[in-house]
């Protein structure tokens, strides 16, 4: 597994375990709210990924041009970057943005980005 799969698994399992510990919502404090929901669309995120079976070079842009309200790591991008030399992944990002470009609505966050 990868680094940032261990690290959800782990926040994952924090946020259910305190969401368990604590079912008073008043007192439940905010950041295992906010925990919840990052894992929530992180999780989302990734059966979206193994539903549609995308490709790795899919995935990295799906997370790039995300709904999350910060921005893509500079590490993403230059993974994204360094995986446009293939040919074939060159093909699948560039299909992939130009899907997210073409979003509108609720998704203005896939063209921002």
Same mark, same amino acid.
């Given at each position: 597994m990868c680094v940032l799969c261990v690290s959800l698994s782990a926040l994952a399992a924090l946020a259910v375990v305190s969401v368990t510990v604590c079912?008073?919502?008043?007192?439940?404090?905010?950041?295992?709210?906010?925990? /919840?929901?990052?894992?929530?669309s992180a999780l989302r995120r990734q /059966?979206?990924?193994? /539903?549609?079976?995308?490709?790795?070079?899919e995935i990295k842009v799906r997370e790039a041009?995300?709904?999350?309200?910060?921005?893509? &790591?500079? &590490?993403?991008? &230059?993974?994204?970057?360094?995986?446009?030399? &293939?040919?074939?992944?060159?093909?699948?990002?560039m299909a992939m943005v130009w899907k997210r470009l073409n979003d509108h609505g609720k998704n203005w966050r896939h063209v921002y980005k």
């Open positions: 079912r008073r919502p008043e007192i439940r404090p905010l950041a295992h709210t906010l925990a /919840v929901a990052m894992t929530t /059966v979206k990924n193994i /539903v549609h079976n995308y490709s790795d070079a041009t995300s709904n999350d309200p910060w921005g893509p &790591s500079s &590490s993403l991008m &230059s993974e994204i970057a360094e995986l446009t030399f &293939s040919v074939v992944a060159f093909s699948e990002v």
